[in-house]
């Protein structure tokens, strides 16, 4: 049975929420500076704070002393490891686990009290040790919900099924994908993480938050960390609406030049096998074997020996207007491939000068 947390939100009070922030200190403390975060404020973590980012055991630290004077709330993900801790069954794993995972918060832990990550290390030893060394941090994270209800939406780590709250699956809950394609509507807003929204478009590459006003799911993966363009987003509720920021710790320069955009085809690493149709220089036509989709794509993004792209990839054209700001990611003989606005793609015109690390 899930453990589920009612909270109330006052009237005269922001609440922000963010999600799958994975260990990553600098982009989290940077987007509560941009949103400037103050006690007045109510921060909710939609889970996993910790893993794969290289500051797990710093991020939980900073949201520990964080949370003696702020009101902060954390949804348990998928992700908050020291859960496996409590059954002896999980042992084999995380021991595979955190030897093959060094960005993760018990191996970090473990190496900042001096035990050395063995193959063969005995994990119930290391239990007892990081008991008696991060008891606070054990005990902060170890209460963690899997579900948060307010009157005015419920939040989950991945997702619901359509059925009581009392009655949702843990496991399910915090590993569900594809979440925001489910046939269902909920009465309230169901706002999650997890899966990062840029996995939702099949023409683009948008780490936005997508607002599914219809279906009330409110999905906010912004692929911090796990995508090499991805953002930290924040959903803001405030006076009973909903508006959304990020950001992403990139330098923005100045669009010189307007461009009409159009959509394209967005090539997911999750289904990257391809077929090379064509050649020229810096850029090569492929052919994505799952969907039949063609796309000319930079070099730099294809395993022609593995016929397969390396990474998510698209050859959408921004829609652009001058003084907007863009993020140049890569610089070709034609023009720059970059973001704007949370979205990837192509620009063709001029950039000014630098104007602001979002």
């Known amino acids: 049975m899930p453990i589920i947390k009612q909270l109330e939100i006052k009237k005269n009070r922001r609440v922000l929420i963010t999600s799958d ?165 909920f009465d309230k807003p169901v706002i999650v993480g997890h899966y990062p929204v840029c996995l939702y478009h099949n023409q683009t590459i948008d780490h936005k938050p997508i607002l599914d006003v219809i279906k009330n799911i409110y999905s906010i993966d912004g692929g911090n960390v796990i995508k090499d363009d991805g953002q930290l987003n924040v959903l803001i509720y405030e006076q009973g609406h909903f508006t959304v920021d990020y950001v992403d710790g990139f330098d923005y320069y100045s669009i010189l030049n307007h461009q009409d955009g159009n959509k394209g085809t967005h090539i997911s690493w999750m289904d990257r096998e391809i077929e090379i149709l064509d050649k020229k220089p810096e850029f090569i036509r492929v052919k994505q074997r799952s969907t039949g989709n063609e796309a000319w794509i930079h070099e730099s993004f294809v395993d022609e020996e593995k016929n397969e792209v390396i990474d998510d990839v698209t050859d959408t054209v921004l829609q652009v207007s001058k003084h907007d700001l863009f993020h140049p990611l890569l610089k070709t003989s034609t023009g720059y491939y970059g973001k704007h606005n949370g979205e990837v793609g192509w620009y063709f015109g001029n950039l000014g000068g630098f104007c602001e690390t979002h």
């Open 21 to 185: 922030i994975h260990g990553n200190l600098e982009r989290f403390k940077q987007l509560l500076r941009h949103v400037q975060f103050s006690t007045d404020d109510v921060l909710i973590i939609n889970g996993d704070l910790t893993e794969k980012g290289d500051a797990s055991l710093e991020t939980v630290r900073y949201t520990y002393e964080l949370s003696k004077t702020h009101e902060i709330h954390i949804v348990q993900g998928n992700c908050e490891t020291l859960q496996y801790l409590d059954n002896p069954e999980h042992f084999e794993m995380l021991r595979n686990y955190i030897n093959n995972r060094p960005q993760s918060l018990i191996h970090e832990m473990l190496v900042a009290i001096g035990v050395a990550i063995t193959p063969h290390m005995d994990m119930l030893a290391a239990r007892t040790l990081l008991q008696s060394h991060y008891p606070e941090y054990i005990d902060f994270l170890g209460a963690l919900p899997n579900i948060i209800e307010t009157d005015a939406f419920t939040l989950v780590h991945a997702g619901l099924e359509q059925k009581s709250l009392t009655d949702q699956d843990v496991d399910l809950i915090q590993t569900m994908p594809y979440f925001g394609l489910v046939d269902t509507e």
